[in-house]
């Protein structure tokens, strides 16, 4: 009998730390858009702490145009390997699983039908995305970091170099190819330049660049085309995104609500980036009035 009662208890025990874990699991069901988070305002702010944004390295934060996946980087501490994980939206909750190992930066066509991956990509198709494929000529043995997409299909990518040095360039469809990458001008290049954003209009570009007037490391920038098809000048997007420290790869979100970047958490090591967001209406605050 003390043997049945001591076997029931455990029994129990065990049914009672099930249970247990499984509220755990339930207290940290996202529900609602962007992951359930609260919107930031003009100020940075970090994007899931705890769930996406750790102490460890996470880069690259994006949403597909439906809004109803987000992908981003991270080092997994246990493997110590860089992978893409991505958050989907089924029946109002978010749920979160690798996507594959690293291989490139994940930037979304508009139409959300093409993952660019530098010069590598998938397309989706009705049971999810493709094996890898590679970009042709002439940007096969480039080598690309994040190429970003407009609404015409034209690319903007940077080109990253051995000596940590690299220029962005673009390349417009002309004829259903792709003509020979021209790159931008010195208001853009600086020898350090990298992670174009183009919005999806090409009224204007986000990248970084570590450069004289800045505020210490790598800034966030942005360059408005003028009526003449020129690009303006590069405009540093200000104190409250830029810091000492390196920020860098920023995007749009597809709806235009809201910028994301990167920051780093630990000048010098690089061991805790983390995901920021921030209210974009401040870019029509920067656009010149012609």
């Excluded at 080598?143 to 970003?148: D, E, F, G, V």
Aim: with cysteine; charged share 25%; aromatic share 14%.
């Amino acid at each position: 009998m003390k043997y049945i009662y001591t076997l029931l208890t455990l029994m129990f025990l065990a049914f009672w730390s099930m249970g247990e874990s499984h509220a755990q699991d339930n207290s940290a069901i996202l529900t609602g858009p962007y992951l359930g988070q609260k919107a930031p305002g003009l100020t940075p702010e970090v994007f899931a702490s705890g769930v996406v944004s750790t102490k460890g390295w996470e880069v690259g934060g994006v949403f597909t145009p439906k809004l109803n996946e987000f992908y981003f980087i991270r080092n997994n501490k246990k493997s110590e390997e860089q992978e893409i994980v991505v958050f989907k939206n089924i029946n109002n909750q978010w749920h979160e699983s690798i996507f594959s190992p690293r291989l490139g930066t994940p930037f979304f066509s508009p139409d959300g039908n093409t993952m660019h991956l530098g010069r590598r990509y998938r397309e989706r198709t009705e049971t999810g995305w493709t094996e890898l494929k590679m970009l042709a000529a002439p940007f096969a043995e480039l080598p690309i970091m994040r190429l970003s997409a407009s609404a015409k299909k034209t690319y903007y990518f940077d080109e990253f170099k051995s000596d940590l040095t690299g220029d962005i360039r673009y390349s417009r469809l002309v004829n259903g190819k792709y003509e020979e990458p021209k790159l931008l001008g010195k208001t853009i290049n600086s020898g350090r330049s990298f992670h174009p954003f183009i919005a999806a209009d090409e009224s204007y570009l986000i990248f970084d660049s570590k450069r004289e007037g800045g505020y210490g490391d790598s800034d966030l920038y942005i360059c408005f085309r003028k009526q003449d098809g020129s690009w303006g000048k590069a405009i540093n997007l200000g104190d409250k995104i830029n810091t000492e420290s390196w920020e860098a790869l920023a995007s749009v979100t597809p709806d235009g609500k809201y910028l994301f970047f990167n920051r780093n958490m630990s000048p010098g090591s690089y061991e805790n980036v983390d995901i920021f967001w921030v209210d974009a209406q401040f870019i029509d605050a920067l656009r010149p009035k012609e």
